[in-house]
């Protein structure tokens, strides 16, 4: 390659002299100077290089020119590519991105189902093994209330007796049929054989050593007996002078003679429901009208009305005055000399000394032991269906 580069420049070389030498009408001198026809073909070879070599010029320049063409074309396909390329990888990424974000919610999601799910399971579980407990404890139960039942049911109707005697002795102030009620519910747990009953019973034997030192004095016989008297009021004699004139004889006979009593006594028929005139030959004493009457009698009965009200009561200091109000009326209005209002007044005196004031527990001591029993021996079994007892 070198070898065959070396002739050419050489040419190159030579050629411009002899284009010089052309112009000027001159030739050089040659040492070795050579024929025509030698020069000629020199010429042309010379010719034929430089031909040669402007081909290969406009063939180096067109290549170059095709070259950077080339080359912008391709680069601009190749910046088209990579914009593309690029547009699609951004698509890409952005759906990546997208779908993990979509994975990471279903993850998200999955975490908090399987979470939810273990929770569930847990509580489940945590059910079952209380189902279980429960289970195994109302099997307990009823092996227990196999055994106890006939006589656990007893402890149930004592509590229901003490809340009786509670109710007789507070709302009905029946003192003698608590006492009788707190016994039964003695008899009941006595019949239990089980000393563990034993601290109720000395309770319910408290409380009833304790109603039988409230005043044993029935409230409803005293107000029986007022009632009683009350009606025996209008039968008891008024202290009042006897009124002993007599209507004189006013029927008619049909005897002829007698036409002229018979006329006087149809005068005195029509004439003394107008004017009545009475002889008397003693002291006069005024008379009670038949108002003043009624009015005695009324006063005495709501004396009497006031006096059982406050036996039912219980009000001691307001009995004693209503009886001491009825006795004062009946001396000054009635005639105290009769066996009636003697003995009127003799009864009246005997209630007036008869004590009523009943200090009557507030609670009785039983009753809450026999609920404390009942919760521990009845209601653990059964359930709270003991309550409606």
Wanted: proline share 4%.
């Amino acid at each position: 390659m070198a070898d065959n580069q070396q002739p050419q420049d050489n040419a190159k070389a030579s050629m411009p002299k002899t284009i010089e030498a052309k112009a000027s009408g001159k030739t050089e001198p040659t040492a070795n100077a050579k024929p025509a026809g030698k020069a000629s073909s020199g010429n042309g070879l010379l010719w034929f290089f430089v031909l040669l070599n402007l081909i290969l010029l406009a063939a180096a320049a067109y290549g170059g020119y095709w070259f950077i063409n080339k080359r912008t074309v391709t680069q601009t396909k190749l910046d088209a590519l990579q914009t593309s390329v690029s547009q699609t990888l951004t698509e890409q990424r952005s759906r990546v991105a997208a779908d993990s974000n979509i994975i990471k919610t279903d993850l998200t999601k999955q975490e908090a189902t399987d979470k939810a799910l273990a929770e569930n399971q847990q509580a489940m579980e945590a059910k079952v093994n209380e189902l279980a407990m429960a289970l195994e404890a109302a099997e307990a139960q009823l092996q227990e209330m196999n055994g106890r039942r006939p006589t656990d049911w007893l402890v149930a109707e004592a509590d229901y007796l003490v809340r009786m005697a509670g109710r007789k002795m507070w709302l009905e102030q029946d003192v003698r049929t608590a006492i009788m009620l707190l016994g039964n519910a003695d008899k009941r747990l006595q019949s239990l054989s089980d000393s563990s009953v034993l601290p109720v019973r000395a309770l319910i034997a408290q409380d009833i050593q304790a109603l039988q030192q409230v005043n044993p004095t029935s409230q409803v016989s005293v107000a029986l007996a007022l009632d009683g008297m009350f009606k025996q009021i209008n039968k008891l004699p008024l202290d009042a002078p006897e009124e002993n004139y007599s209507a004189p004889e006013t029927a008619v006979t049909d005897s002829a003679a007698d036409w002229k009593q018979n006329l006087l006594n149809v005068w005195h028929s029509l004439v003394d429901d107008f004017i009545s005139v009475d002889f008397r030959d003693e002291p006069v004493e005024p008379l009670m009208t038949a108002k003043q009457k009624w009015l005695a009698q009324e006063q005495l009965k709501l004396a009497l009305q006031q006096a059982q009200a406050a036996a039912l009561a219980s009000e001691q200091a307001l009995f004693v005055a209503s009886l001491e109000q009825a006795m004062a009326i009946l001396s000054d209005n009635f005639l105290t000399d009769s066996p009636e209002v003697a003995g009127f007044e003799t009864a009246l005196n005997h209630l007036k000394a008869t004590d009523i004031s009943k200090a009557i527990p507030t609670e009785l001591s039983s009753q809450a032991a026999l609920e404390a029993l009942l919760d521990s021996r009845v209601k653990r079994v059964f359930g709270e269906g003991v309550s409606a007892l």
